[in-house]
Each structure stands twice: as structure tokens, then as C-alpha cells.
Nanobody, 114 residues
């Protein structure tokens, strides 16, 4: 089993910055990928950024140049800058393990006010 602890969500003005953190605990040796997804009302859940055990990083086109993911397979930080109202969503930490199981955090709200 893997447990995920999320932090860092909140309210910020447009153009501001926030940092989200996700810490994984449990069977850490089995984790293959860790990252952040987000979902806004009326929209489908989308990948924001992720990294895998080999160090490969993926970003959504909409956040490239503004968001940076860092850390390791057990603890990641997502630095978000130049935030826009369209970044408003619930952000979910996600983990995929070698046993072909996945885990989701409970979600943390990010609200960007215009």
C-alpha cells in the first residue's frame, strides 16, 4: 500500500505563485511514477506534471515555462508561478507502482483570483 500526503493549496492572486508538495509513504520501492493531475468543474482530469524513477519529467503544454516539478519518487514539489485564473482546479497527487496499481491523493484546491 502507498499513502499520499498533499499540501500547499490555497488562494492566490493572478500572477502569483504557489508550491504544492506530495509525500508518499508505504511500499516506496515499488513506485514507478509520481506526479500531479488537476480537474476543474466541467473539465476532465488532466496531467499537470510528473516524474518517473528514471528521472524523466513530463509537463502539460499549458504549464510549460511556468511550473517546475522537482524531488524524487517519494516526495515531489510543484512550483507554480505566473498563475492564471484558468489554473484554478483541484490538484491531485498520483502514484503508479510496479505492481500495476495506482493511488490518488485526496486533492487540494488551488484558486487563482483575477
Amino acid at each position: 500500500q502507498v499513502q499520499l500526503a498533499e499540501s500547499g493549496g490555497g488562494l492566490v492572486q493572478a500572477g502569483g505563485s504557489l508550491t504544492l508538495s506530495c509525500a508518499a509513504s508505504g511500499r516506496l520501492f515499488s513506485i514507478y511514477l509520481i506526479g500531479w493531475y488537476r480537474q476543474a468543474p466541467g473539465n476532465e482530469r488532466e496531467l499537470v506534471a510528473s516524474l518517473n524513477r528514471g528521472g524523466s519529467i513530463t509537463y502539460a503544454d499549458s504549464v510549460k515555462g511556468r511550473f517546475t516539478i522537482s524531488g524524487n519518487i517519494a516526495h515531489i514539489d510543484l512550483q507554480m508561478s505566473s498563475l492564471k485564473p484558468e489554473d484554478t482546479a483541484v490538484y491531485y497527487c498520483y502514484v503508479f507502482v510496479h505492481a500495476r496499481e495506482d493511488y490518488w491523493g485526496q486533492g487540494t484546491q488551488v484558486t487563482v483570483a483575477s
